[in-house]
């Protein structure tokens, strides 16, 4: 008679026990970070369950940074945790439904587009009234608004992945008889993972860039700011406090290179055994960290528990194999399921739509036409400051991507740049330009580079990290150098990485407009024609305004689906059907 579940774990876990060695210093160490950890998230948790503050009194004290980094960090981690489960399930839904693909695709194109102040007065006041009570509303409205800069380029990222396996892996998939789970566990996700932590490196970076915004929001006479850094930058930017700005910048620096170290580092070490060889040569990373992980008796005593738990959960169902008839099955649920919830989908998008239409009744032709003149004018700038990008992240995208020493020196200091608030950082270009006479109308496109360029950066870099070894020794057996190697061997290679980079560099360039286009500093206005500063005014604005904002959103998003679906989209075909590794 089988032993029940229980006694099978404790079993196990005695076995690993009874064979334990002697603890080392590293698990010392270990369990003092952890503990560390824990009175961490206690602090948290403290600050998100207390009693909701009409204002709160950012204390511009160095002493206080430390908390106000932890909450910061604590609000990125999370967003980010939202953003990969919902890349997981909308890159997978719009992958591989191609009905749904028409509608989430698009759909896309309008989320990445929306800036963050054209929804987050309704958030706010949504999440506060929801947590009259509680610091909870804010600390989620201020996720959510770090998550809607972190999501898309991740989500764009695995959706082209999983369009773009190569045909041998499905043939193997088909094979072997796998079902959408363990095709996706040991074929599609490992496919994905190199681009997908390159982006997720590019995207908790791209949450930074409105920090300041989502944790010092002001909504005309109400407060809504949070302690963190952003705020705390915030504040020093408002009383012209620069020992305060400076520490700030030592704080998020700090910050950006311990998790780099800490988190990015690692994983991109882990990720390498995901490459896709046939053979040849190439030289291994590694991370001092996960040295020292490895080394831990605990955490191998915790692994080896973990994985026997899993064998003695799993040994009863190992008697069964799935037959194609069991396939069709769940693939004819599988549709329903999708139809379902893409009816839902397309109901809340109509109910929208209508309630939209609503609010934006009172708009007048004339102001109708002012915001077709000014979304033409910011196309120009976000096609300028791509086309600026690519020229030097392209080369150094290369560089970093195909040598594991230069990665290994760079990979640090462009995750601090790359992760840098950009917007910290307008005050002084902008004092810049006005000291060399140019106006904002073209400085814009400076400023929004500044937030944009990343994004093709780390999409080359995953592309080129994603070259097997056999073509580039082709490539040198072959002597294949400069220009000739670059035009045959890697741009078509890193092609469709580079398109996704366009696409997420774009639609970050339009969220960036509304802080490159109206800018304040030391009390004067700088403004120039562009959706950005309408979105940006109306904003400020109050309710009143909010016909006029949300017909702004509106111009942009649509604008931005029209350019995706005829230019884009091209490149994405151009991309699966000339340059890319399945033929």
Not at 95 to 103: L, M, N, Q
Not at 123 to 131: D, R, T, Y
Not at 156 to 185: A, I, N, Q
Not at 531 to 550: F, M, R, T
Request: with cysteine.
């Amino acid at each position: 008679m089988p032993q029940p579940f229980y006694r099978r774990i404790w079993g196990e876990a005695a076995a690993l026990v009874d064979h334990s060695r002697r603890l080392r210093w590293v698990d010392l160490l270990f369990v003092v970070g952890l503990t560390g950890l824990v009175f961490g998230l206690m602090s948290v948790a403290r600050e998100w369950t207390g009693l909701h503050r009409t204002a709160v009194e950012i204390d511009l004290s160095p002493w206080a940074l430390p908390g106000y980094t932890l909450y910061s960090l604590t609000r990125g981690i999370l967003a980010y945790g939202i953003s990969l489960a919902f890349t997981l399930t909308y890159g997978y839904w719009a992958a591989k439904d191609a009905r749904a693909e028409r509608v989430l695709v698009p759909l896309l194109d309008i989320l990445q587009s929306i800036p963050v102040l054209g929804f987050m007065p309704g958030l706010i006041l949504s999440m506060v009234a929801l947590f009259p009570n509680s610091n909870i509303g804010l600390e989620l409205a201020s996720v959510i608004m770090i998550f809607t800069g972190q999501a898309w380029n991740m989500t764009f990222s695995y959706y082209h992945s999983l369009r773009s396996v190569p045909l041998d892996m499905r043939e193997v998939s088909t094979v072997y008889r796998f079902g959408w789970w363990r095709r996706l566990k040991w074929v599609e996700l490992p496919y994905a993972t190199m681009g997908l932590v390159w982006n997720s490196m590019m995207s908790m970076a791209g949450g930074w860039f409105f920090l300041t915004v989502s944790e010092a929001f002001r909504l005309g006479d109400l407060d809504f700011r949070l302690p963190g850094i952003g705020s705390y930058m915030s504040v020093a930017i408002e009383k012209a406090d620069k020992t305060a700005m400076a520490m700030a910048v030592v704080a998020m620096t700090a910050m950006i290179v311990l998790v780099d170290q800490l988190l990015w580092r690692p994983v991109v070490v882990w990720a390498q055994k995901f490459r896709i060889e046939e053979g040849g040569h190439q030289e291994a990373m590694s991370s001092w960290f996960l040295n020292f992980l490895k080394r831990s008796q605990l955490l191998t005593w915790l692994g080896a528990l973990l994985r026997r738990l899993r064998d003695a959960a799993e040994r009863p169902r190992h008697t069964e194999v799935a037959f194609p008839a069991v396939q069709r099955t769940q693939t004819r649920g599988s549709a329903r399921l999708s139809l379902l919830l893409l009816g839902l989908l397309m109901g809340l998008l109509v109910f929208g739509s209508w309630k939209l239409l609503v609010l934006m009744a009172g708009v007048t032709l004339r102001q109708w036409g002012g915001l077709l003149l000014a979304a033409f004018c910011t196309l120009g700038r976000v096609l300028a400051s791509t086309a600026l990008g690519t020229l030097w992240a392209l080369p150094a995208g290369l560089a970093i991507g195909l040598s594991p020493r230069i990665s290994r020196i760079l990979q640090p200091v462009i995750q601090v740049v790359a992760s840098f608030p950009a917007p910290m950082l307008f005050p002084l270009v902008i004092a810049g330009l006005d000291l060399i006479g140019v106006s904002l109308g073209f400085g814009s496109i400076l400023l929004m580079l500044l937030g944009t360029q990343w994004y093709i950066l780390f999409n080359v870099i995953a592309g080129a990290m994603a070259i097997p070894a056999d073509l580039k020794e082709a490539a040198r057996s072959y002597r294949l150098t400069g220009w000739r190697r670059f035009r045959i061997l890697l741009l078509p290679a890193v092609f469709p990485f580079l398109v996704t980079g366009w696409v997420t560099a774009a639609g970050g360039a339009w969220n960036a407009s509304i802080v490159a286009e109206y800018v304040i500093y030391k009390g004067q206005k700088y403004q120039t024609i562009g959706l950005g500063a309408e979105i940006n005014q109306a904003a400020a604005g109050g309710k009143s305004q909010y016909p006029l904002l949300a017909a702004s959103v509106l111009v942009m998003s649509l604008l931005v689906v029209v350019f995706n679906r005829t230019v884009w989209r091209r490149c994405y075909n151009l991309a699966e059907e000339r340059f890319t590794l399945n033929k």
